[in-house]
Structure formats: structure tokens, C-alpha cells
Nanobody, 124 residues
Framework: QVEFVESGGGLVQPGGSLRLSCTAF????????LGWFRQAPGKEREGVAC????????GYGDSVKGRFTISRDNAKNTVYLQMNNLKPEDTAVYYC?????????????????WGQGTQVTVSS
């Protein structure tokens, strides 16, 4: 069974940057769509970004467009999330996930395999 190991979270000041990594172990995910989600206290789980396993095309949630970039390195079985110009409202636990659907929207219910989450805190 595939397991995801996430890293790169931490505490940063507003305007700062972080790069999250999520590596899959136990199975290759090169054919699978991958996504990043986040959940802040008192809020619903939110889709952040997704990347296709077919052609590498990407999609983003409206709140992060222009600031976040998702990418993948299939040779390393890893997906990344580059986060720039971070805002306090970006504070959340960030999760990576894989979907069995070819081109899924960034909806949590369409993703079956999840990482453990990593905390991102944006505060001055």
C-alpha cells in the first residue's frame, strides 16, 4: 500500500516562501493525479492544487492562484508545492493525496490515498 511522506512545513513570516515535498513509498504514482489540500481550524478541507498524471497539466484553487505552484518529479516519486508570498490565511495543515480518476477536480472525496499532513504556519 502506498504511503506518503511529507516535509517542508514550518513557521514563516507573511510574504515568505516554503516548498513542500511529498514522496510516495511502496508504489509508484507516476500515472496518478496528485493533489494538495489544506485544512485550517474551523474550516472545511480546501483543494489547493492538482497535477495530472497524463500530461502534467495543473489546476489551482482560486485563493492560491499566482502564488503557489505544483510540480512533480516522477523519477523521484515526489510531488512538490512551492508556496510564495504566504499570507496568514494560508495557515493550515497541508495534505497530499492521489486520485484514481484521470482528471479529477480538486475535491477531497475524489482522492483515495492521503499523506499524514504537515503544518504550515504563517505569522509575524
Amino acid at each position: 500500500q502506498v504511503e506518503f511522506v511529507e516535509s517542508g512545513g514550518g513557521l514563516v513570516q507573511p510574504g515568505g516562501s516554503l516548498r513542500l515535498s511529498c514522496t510516495a513509498f511502496g508504489s509508484t504514482v507516476d500515472r496518478d493525479p496528485l493533489g494538495w489540500f489544506r485544512q485550517a481550524p474551523g474550516k472545511e478541507r480546501e483543494g489547493v492544487a492538482c497535477i495530472s498524471g497524463v500530461d502534467g497539466s495543473t489546476g489551482y484553487g482560486d485563493s492560491v492562484k499566482g502564488r503557489f505552484t505544483i510540480s512533480r518529479d516522477n523519477a523521484k516519486n515526489t510531488v512538490y508545492l512551492q508556496m510564495n508570498n504566504l499570507k496568514p490565511e494560508d495557515t493550515a495543515v497541508y495534505y497530499c493525496a492521489a486520485s484514481p480518476i484521470s482528471r479529477p477536480p480538486i475535491l477531497a472525496r475524489l482522492y483515495d490515498y492521503w499523506g499524514q499532513g504537515t503544518q504550515v504556519t504563517v505569522s509575524s
